[in-house]
């Protein structure tokens, strides 16, 4: 079955950054795009990019470019979200997602890596 | 496009029907293909989203038939037939028509 495991939660301090992984499994890797969204607490989710698995194009949300980086390792079926300059509003839930088919709908989601920014 | 979400929270009665509503700044139908570029998900406390439907009105592989989509242009729709005690959750709309990709802020149903 389809599945995305993603890292372990992460205590970070402002200016820092975080690298959050998300492996997948059940299905032919660079066969879907991976999305990478957010959802600070009680607030509506945010997408913040997503990356062309098969051969690493991406592309970012305005919001974050600049300080976003997606990429991927297809030997390890596993793709990478890494957020610099981290501030306290950056704490948040930060999930993984499979687009269904390269129309940005989301069938399969990580389970969700809490990043909390804090001096 | 903004997407906006009413009411923000709904308390409907088991087996009755429960519908949330979603309206886009602009339109999310394509001409093209006459596609409504609108998912809803559904997500309970703790879980990460799951899919319920896409293309306005297209369930999602092993949804209960109970969840519709309707709506075209800028106003949709997610309807629960009958509500059940497991369908408690937040219910989220998002388009997919441009980036940004966007979501609503979120309905929160209750029994």
């Known amino acids: 079955q389809v599945q995305l495991v993603q890292s372990g939660a992460e205590v970070k301090k402002p200016g820092a950054s975080v690298k959050v992984s998300c492996k997948a499994s059940?299905?032919?890797?660079?066969?879907?795009?991976i999305h990478w969204m957010r959802q600070a607490p009680g607030q509506r989710l945010e997408w913040m990019g997503w990356?062309?698995?098969?051969?690493?194009?991406?592309k970012y949300s305005p919001k974050f470019q600049g300080r976003v980086t997606i990429t991927r390792d297809t030997s390890a079926n596993t793709a990478y979200m890494d957020l610099s300059s981290l501030r306290s509003e950056d704490t948040a839930v930060y999930y993984c997602?499979?687009?269904?088919?390269?129309?940005?709908?989301?069938?399969?989601w990580g389970q969700g890596t809490l990043v909390t920014v804090s001096s | 496009i903004v997407m906006t979400q009413s009411p923000d929270s709904l308390a409907v009665s088991l087996g009755e029907r429960a519908t949330i509503n979603c309206k886009s700044s602009q339109t999310i139908l394509y001409n093209s293909d006459n596609k409504n570029y609108l998912a809803w998900y559904q997500q309970k406390l703790g879980q990460p989203p799951r899919l319920l439907i896409y293309?306005?009105?297209t369930r999602e592989s092993g949804v209960p038939d109970r969840f519709s989509g309707g709506g075209s242009g800028t106003d949709f729709t997610l309807t629960i037939s009958s509500l059940q005690a497991e369908d408690v959750a937040i219910y989220y709309c998002?388009?997919?028509?441009?980036?940004?990709?966007?979501f609503g802020q979120g309905t929160k149903l209750e029994i």
């Open positions: 990356i062309n698995t098969g051969n690493g194009n991406t």
């Open positions: 998002q388009q997919y028509y441009s980036t940004p990709h966007t």
């Open positions: 997602a499979r687009d269904i088919g390269s129309w940005s709908v989301f069938d399969h």
């Open positions: 293309w306005a009105s």
């Open positions: 059940g299905y032919t890797f660079t066969t879907y795009a």
